[in-house]
Nanobody, 121 residues
Framework: QVQLVESGGGLVPAGGSLTLSCAASGRTFSMAWFRQAPGKEREFVAATTWPGVTYYVDSVKGRFTISRDNAKNTLYLQMNSLKPEDTAVYYC??????????????????WGQGTQVTVSS
């Protein structure tokens, strides 16, 4: 079982930037970020797999960048031009294998506890 620990959330004004990190206790093949706003379902944000293929939900393309440091078993999400609608709890997810449906939570076995991102207008 791989443990995932997110960090880097916080309060930022609209147009600002944040970088989230997710430290994994072991190696994973696929990793992703999801988010969940109050009263809404968990939403796929971005995913990456070896050797660096990435996927993004349309609403964050051009603003968010997912990356990973395999030597450190750490996943990142660089978030720029943040909007109030990006406010949510952000979760890191991982899987020991590739996924057919990258945006589906059931594809990922490991989950972090979440980190709050709040964007003020």
């Amino acid at each position: 079982q791989v443990q995932l620990v997110e960090s880097g959330g916080g309060l930022v004004p609209a147009g600002g930037s944040l970088t989230l990190s997710c430290a994994a206790s072991g190696r994973t093949f696929s990793m992703a970020w999801f988010r969940q706003a109050p009263g809404k379902e968990r939403e796929f944000v971005a995913a990456t797999t070896w050797p660096g293929v990435t996927y993004y939900v349309d609403s964050v393309k051009g603003r968010f960048t997912i990356s990973r440091d395999n030597a450190k078993n750490t996943l990142y999400l660089q978030m720029n031009s943040l909007k109030p609608e990006d406010t949510a709890v952000y979760y890191c997810a991982g899987s020991p294998r590739g996924a057919t449906h990258w945006g589906a939570p059931y594809e990922y076995e490991y989950w972090g506890q979440g980190t709050q991102v709040t964007v003020s207008s």
